[in-house]
C-alpha cells in the first residue's frame, strides 16, 4: 500500500494528538483512505522536550527540511499564532503542498488571501479544528447547509472560558484557579489573553460568518468582551433572576445586514446553550429552510481537535488521490453590510450601582423614558457597600442606538455608574 508523507509543525497539545491518532488508529484510516499515513519530519522548538515522539522519522528546529522535502505531500500547521505561521504557510504552498491548520487566529485574520494562495497553486487549505475544536462545524456548513439561507450562527465557541465560568458557577474556585487548570489540561492558549479577552472567540466568529454569510469581516467590525471584566455580583446576580452568564458569540441577519459580537451573555437556565459545560462548545445554526439546529462537542482538547485535524488530513488525501485539490474550502462570498443599529434589538441585563438616597432610582427610570426604553425586571441588591445600592434591571428589547444613548446619558447623570450591560438571549 502507498504512504502519504505528512510534515507536522509544532508537537504540542494537538500535535501530540494527531500523532497519537495516527498511531492508534493506523488500520481504520488505512481502510477509509486506501493510503499508509506517515508523519516523516516534525518542526518544534525544543526538540529535547520530544524525545518519546515514537512515529517521528525526524525531530528538527529547522523549517526548511519539511519546505524542501520533495517526499512530504500534507504538511500540518499546529504552531499557533500568526508569525511565523503565516509566512510558513505561504512558503508550503508556493511550494505546492497541502496544509491543514487549527490556526483560527492566522484564518480570521489571512484566511481569504491563503486561500486565493492555495488556489493559484492547486493545493488545498483546510482548518476545520481552527472553530470548535471537535465539532465538525465549518464542513457540515459547506455541506449539509449548501443550499439553505442561514440566518444566524450562534453559540459557545471557546473551551477555556467555558471551563472557567463553569468551574466558577459550579465549584466556586477562583478565577485565577480555573484559568491556571484550563492551561493545565491543555485548553488555553499559549497565551491565554485571547481567550478570556474574548478575542478567540471572535476569530472563531469571523470563520463562521466567512462560511455561513459568505461575509468576511475583520476583528475591528465588531465588538468583543470577554470575561475578564466579568464580576461575581453579576453572575450570581443572573443566577438569582433564572439565567447562567456564558460568552456567546453571535452573528445574525438583520434586515439585509450582519450583526456579529461576542460578549457575556444571560442565557436562561432552559435555553440549550445554558447547559453546555467545562470545555464543551455548542453552535446553534438557525437555516431559513431547516430552523434550529444544534451542534456540540469537545470545544477544546488535544484529541478532540486532532480528530477535526484527521478529518481535513484524510480529506487532502483523498482529493490527492481523485486529482480534486486545490478547491477552496469555503467557496460561498458575499459583501459584507453591517447591519442598521436600529434594526438590532435585544432585551440586556443592566448593573448599576447608585447612592443609597432618594431620588436616585426616579433619574434613573427618567433616563430609561427618555430613551423609549422600558424594562421587565428590576432588583435591588442588599447593601454590602455602606451608602450604595446595587441595581439590576432586565429590559425589554433596545435597539443598539438606545443602548449607545443610554450609556451616553448614564455616563452623564455621575453618581448612576453603569457596571455592565449584558445581552439577554430568549428562548
Ligand atoms: N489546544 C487546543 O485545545 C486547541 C488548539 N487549537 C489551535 O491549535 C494550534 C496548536 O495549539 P496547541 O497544540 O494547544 O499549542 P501548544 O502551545 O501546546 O504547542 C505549540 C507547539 O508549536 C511549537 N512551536 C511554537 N512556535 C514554533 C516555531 N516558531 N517554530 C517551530 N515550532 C514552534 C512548540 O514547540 P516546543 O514544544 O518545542 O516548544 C509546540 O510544540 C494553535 O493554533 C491553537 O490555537 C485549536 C483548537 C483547540
Ligand atoms: N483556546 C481555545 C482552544 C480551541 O480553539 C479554546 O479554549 O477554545
Ligand atoms: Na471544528
Known amino acids: 500500500m502507498e504512504t502519504v508523507k505528512l510534515g507536522m509543525l509544532g508537537l504540542g497539545t494537538v500535535g501530540s494528538g494527531v500523532l497519537e491518532m495516527i498511531e492508534n488508529n493506523e488500520n481504520k484510516i488505512r481502510n477509509i483512505i486506501g493510503r499508509e499515513l506517515s508523519v516523516k519530519t516534525v518542526v518544534v522548538r525544543h526538540p529535547e522536550k520530544h524525545q518519546n515522539a515514537a512515529t517521528i522519522t525526524k525531530l528538527t528546529t529547522e523549517f526548511e527540511e519539511v519546505l524542501n522535502d520533495e517526499e512530504i505531500q500534507i504538511v500540518v500547521e499546529l504552531i499557533g499564532g500568526i508569525h511565523p505561521a503565516k509566512e510558513y504557510i505561504e512558503q508550503l504552498l508556493r511550494a505546492h503542498k497541502n496544509v491543514v491548520t487549527a490556526n483560527k487566529d492566522l484564518i480570521a485574520s489571512y484566511g481569504p488571501e491563503l486561500a486565493a494562495l492555495a488556489y493559484e497553486n492547486h493545493c488545498d487549505l483546510m482548518y476545520e479544528a481552527s472553530v470548535a475544536g471537535g465539532i465538525p462545524i465549518l464542513r457540515t456548513i459547506v455541506n449539509s447547509f ?3 439561507n442561514i440566518l444566524e450562527v450562534k453559540g459557545i465557541v471557546n473551551g477555556t472560558t467555558n471551563y472557567i465560568l463553569t468551574q466558577m458557577n459550579q465549584k466556586h474556585w477562583a478565577y485565577e484557579e480555573a484559568l491556571k487548570k484550563a492551561q493545565e489540561l491543555g485548553f488555553a ?8 479577552t474574548g478575542k478567540d472567540a471572535a476569530y472563531k466568529m469571523i470563520i463562521l460568518s466567512y462560511f455561513a454569510f459568505g461575509a468576511q469581516l475583520k476583528i475591528d467590525d465588531f465588538k468583543t468582551e470577554g470575561i475578564d471584566t466579568l464580576n461575581a455580583y453579576d453572575v450570581s446576580q443572573a443566577e438569582s433572576l433564572g439565567y447562567v452568564i456564558k460568552l456567546v458569540g453571535s452573528a445574525k441577519v438583520i434586515n439585509g445586514g450582519v450583526f456579529v459580537d461576542v460578549a457575556p451573555t444571560l442565557v436562561p437556565e432552559d435555553h440549550p446553550l445554558a ?23 469537545p470545544g477544546a482538547g488535544g484529541l478532540p481537535t486532532a480528530n477535526s485535524v484527521l478529518s481535513d488530513i484524510t480529506s487532502e488525501v483523498k482529493n490527492l488521490i481523485m486529482g480534486t485539490s486545490g478547491h477552496a474550502f469555503n467557496t460561498y462570498q458575499s459583501e459584507y453590510v453591517p447591519a ?27 433616563i430609561m423614558a427618555d430613551i423609549k426604553a422600558s424594562f421587565s425586571q428590576i432588583v435591588q441588591a442588599p447593601i454590602k457597600d455602606e451608602g450604595i445600592a446595587h441595581v439590576a434591571v432586565i429590559t425589554h428589547e433596545l435597539s443598539q442606538s438606545q443602548l449607545a444613548e443610554l450609556k451616553k446619558q ?17 428562548n
Open 146 to 148: 449548501a443550499a439553505d
Open 189 to 196: 492558549e499559549a497565551d491565554p489573553t485571547n481567550d478570556v
Open 275 to 297: 447547559t453546555i459545560n467545562n470545555e464543551f462548545n455548542a453552535v446553534m445554526v438557525t437555516g431559513k429552510a431547516v430552523g434550529d439546529t444544534l451542534f456540540y462537542g
Open 340 to 366: 442598521d443599529p436600529d434594526n438590532v434589538r435585544y432585551p440586556y441585563y443592566l448593573s448599576l450601582t447608585m447612592p443609597d438616597v432618594s431620588g436616585q432610582m426616579l433619574k434613573f427610570t427618567r
Open 410 to 426: 448614564l455616563q452623564q447623570a455621575d453618581s448612576i455608574k453603569l457596571n455592565a450591560a449584558y445581552k439577554v438571549l430568549e
